[in-house]
């Protein structure tokens, strides 16, 4: 396919490597945000092609693992109400709240429905007038254009049937938060490509100033990610700290100001917990008040009340990178993919998931 | 049958009375069933059929449901005869007859049953497999997804020693018999409309298993990765046999179109369903053999990797870049990622 077999070509990443161990002549931590780069980075063993002297820290994004577990329940709850259809991206169904995940609720008679497009789910509302529609918009930048161009379709419509059950995340104050942190370790970040994308590179050239660390706009392919842990690894041996975009094949300096038009009508910044980082000032977005009867936790006022993460999950040590998953005492123990007790090990995009589908061969828990 | 449309009924549709052990029933068995499926033993009318059978005899059965029940390159019918007779072949014998349940949803149109059933008996045909006996039940509109059907199959073992994963030991050779994945891409291309060029492989394997047999190739263990694919069906050999499992990533065929479509719903070719291939554990020095025999009649496999001794249980992939990773079994069915 193209644009993507050119950037898993054998020869073409050698090259990139060869740079990268030549050039890395210092121990370096990278922490690359994205899960999808996580993805990538597990599935073809990149840690074990990289010089062992750059640490990859997989960052905390990967919207199905930092979804806040209230939120979770309040879904699997909707979900069971009578009447209701709840759609989601595939992944979300099998994340568990206090009682089961979706699919279980599913097996208890609740309509859940997976969909490709949030857009599917406005139709879905207007095809069956006599349901209440909720999307279940989980997803960073990336994904709130497509569900706030759902919502200004829904609204066109004229439809009283759908509704919104919003949990956006936005990646630069969480990236702030990281490096605030006087325990950061992090020296320099890949940034999410396809958040970059929508929003483009505004919010960098800051917090680059502002923390000294390289921010390097980093794609989803093993050539992309060499060449973003290359142009990090040198910006560090030169002392550089600035804002570089080796994706510009895809990533606009500005962005995608269409889509960010749609996420501005619609939507408001505002503060928001994320899952293992507690609450993320300016870290999410929220539905105007102008669009508040879409949102769906008004509609199905659910009370799940206060929800606490498991007490031995080293979540949010691994999330801001400064523990490997293995060094979790319950990975691999009482926590697994099929079980998982926090975030990073609910989706395959999520760090302690990553590394235990991937990685477990090498490194056992102790 | 299709000369004299709709024989067998006066109803253009499954109705409750299909089922209800009463005229209308026994006109849909006379004139569908017992018609397509010409055997003599369903001729008898009986409860049951009497087989004469030589030897160890290998037996086997599946439920089948899959929507749309029609898709590019096969329908629920030859999923259903291929899957038992597969199954057979993956215990070395030769399929000699089948048991067929139908559980029919009250508003299917006789049509598309009538063309599942035709499609039944061909398929059989084609592997020299009879259709014995078999059941039809009807549940009201809403409780059933079109038509399930329950195949039952035995048949005479005629490997030399039958395979089967305790077998396996380190070193063996692993093969696929052909491209991975097409059988999953290409029905969930038919459910959600998308535009591929592309079938389904649901198809017999019989003749190719049996010909390994005859050519004498140590074959240790076989399975046909349906369900969960080409992963999760070295995942179960390597924990029953308990040994380890490396395959090098480039070496498993995945069509480009398969790839492609994976690519786009972020889904891994080589946990999807086939329906019409199989994965060999064979003799190191037998491989090239089986290579050439599957070859020589029209196949395209591949040896993909070897048993390792350990770690038991655990498939190492190598990637095409130098890379290594788990190919875990997968906790559920793979569901499309966000981003």
Redesign the interface.
């Known amino acids: 396919?193209k644009y993507?077999d050119e950037f898993?070509d054998?020869a073409r990443?050698r090259r990139v490597l060869d740079a990268l161990w030549r050039e890395t002549t210092r121990p370096w931590t990278v922490m690359e945000i994205c899960g999808?780069q996580t993805?990538t980075i597990?599935?073809?063993?990149?840690?074990?092609?990289v010089p062992p002297a750059l640490t990859l820290v997989h960052g905390p994004g990967c919207?199905?693992c930092v979804t806040p577990l209230e939120t979770i329940e309040a879904a699997c709850r909707i979900a069971a109400l009578p009447g209701v259809i709840l759609c989601a991206?595939?992944?979300?169904?099998?994340v568990p709240g206090l009682d089961g995940d979706l699919?279980a609720a599913r097996a208890r008679g609740a309509d859940v429905r997976?969909v490709?497009s949030p857009v599917d789910a406005v139709r879905l509302a207007a095809a069956t007038p006599d349901r209440e529609v909720v999307f279940y918009g989980?997803?960073?930048e990336?994904?709130a254009p497509a569900t706030a161009t759902a919502a200004l379709l829904a609204r066109r419509l004229g439809l009283r049937n759908f509704s919104l059950l919003v949990a956006h995340v936005r990646v630069p104050p969480a990236m702030e938060m990281l490096l605030a942190d006087p325990e950061n370790r992090v020296q320099a970040f890949l940034a999410a490509g396809?958040v970059c994308t929508v929003e483009g590179l505004r919010d960098y050239p800051a917090l680059a100033a502002r923390f000294r660390v390289p921010i390097v706009v980093t794609g989803f392919e093993?050539l992309d990610l060499l060449l973003g842990l290359l142009a990090a690894v040198r910006q560090l041996s030169a002392g550089r700290h600035v804002v570089e975009n080796p994706y510009d094949r895809v990533v606009a300096p500005d962005g995608n100001p269409t889509a960010r038009a749609a996420v501005d009508a619609v939507y408001e910044v505002a503060d928001r917990p994320w899952r293992g980082l507690g609450v993320v000032p300016r870290g999410g977005l929220a539905l105007r008040s102008a669009y508040a009867d879409l949102d769906a936790r008004r509609r199905f006022p659910v009370d799940v009340g206060a929800v606490a993460e498991p007490a031995a999950c080293r979540a949010a040590d691994v999330l801001r990178g400064l523990i490997k998953p293995v060094a979790c005492p319950e990975f691999g123990r009482a926590c697994t993919?099929?079980h998982p007790l926090g975030a990073p090990m609910v989706?395959?995009?999520g760090a302690c998931a990553a590394w235990?589908?991937?990685?477990?061969?090498?490194e056992a828990p102790r | 049958m299709s000369e004299c449309p709709l024989p067998f009924s006066d109803y253009d549709r499954v109705v409750l009375a299909h089922g209800g052990g009463g005229r209308v029933m026994l006109r849909l068995i006379e004139d569908l069933f017992v018609r397509a499926f010409a055997d003599p033993a369903l001729a008898l009318a009986h409860d049951g059929a009497f087989l004469r059978l030589a030897g160890p005899v290998a037996m086997t059965t599946d439920a089948f449901t899959v929507k749309p029940l029609f898709f590019p390159g096969g329908d629920i019918g030859r999923l259903a005869v291929s899957g038992t007779v597969n199954d057979l072949a993956m215990c070395g014998a030769r399929p000699h007859a089948l048991a067929v349940s139908f559980v029919l949803e009250e508003g299917l149109p006789l049509v598309e049953l009538e063309r599942i059933v035709a499609s039944m008996a061909a398929t059989a045909r084609e592997v020299g497999a009879r259709i014995v006996t078999g059941d039809t039940k009807v549940v009201e509109r809403g409780k059933g997804d079109g038509v399930f059907v329950t195949t039952t199959g035995v048949g005479e073992v005629v490997a030399p020693e039958a395979p089967r994963p305790s077998r396996v030991r380190p070193g063996d050779a692993i093969l696929v018999s052909g491209p991975v994945g097409e059988h999953g891409v290409a029905v969930m291309a038919a459910r959600e409309r998308l535009e591929v060029d592309l079938a389904s492989d649901a198809a017999p394997v019989v003749a190719d298993v049996l010909a390994l047999f005859a050519a004498g190739v140590d074959v240790r263990c076989l399975r046909d990765p349906t369900r969960g694919g080409f992963a999760s069906v070295l995942n179960e050999i390597a924990r029953t046999a308990g040994v380890g499992a490396r395959v090098t990533e480039t070496a498993v065929p995945v069509r480009p179109e398969v790839a492609d479509v994976c690519e786009l719903l972020g889904l891994d070719p080589l946990y999807v369903a086939c329906e019409g291939r199989f994965v060999a554990f064979v003799a190191p020095g037998d491989a090239d053999r089986a290579l050439a025999v599957l070859r020589a009649r029209g196949g395209a496999p591949a040896r993909v990797g070897e048993v390792v001794a350990g770690p038991p249980g655990v498939v190492v992939l190598e990637g095409p870049l130098g890379g290594e990773r788990v190919l875990d079994l997968l906790s559920g069915e793979q569901l499309p990622r966000i981003c």
């Open positions: 396919m993507v898993r054998p990443v999808g993805h597990a599935r073809f063993g990149i840690e074990d092609l919207p199905v991206f595939g992944d979300m169904l099998r699919l997976v490709t989980v997803g960073f990336t994904t396809h093993p993919p099929d989706s395959t995009e235990f589908q991937h990685r477990r061969h090498r």
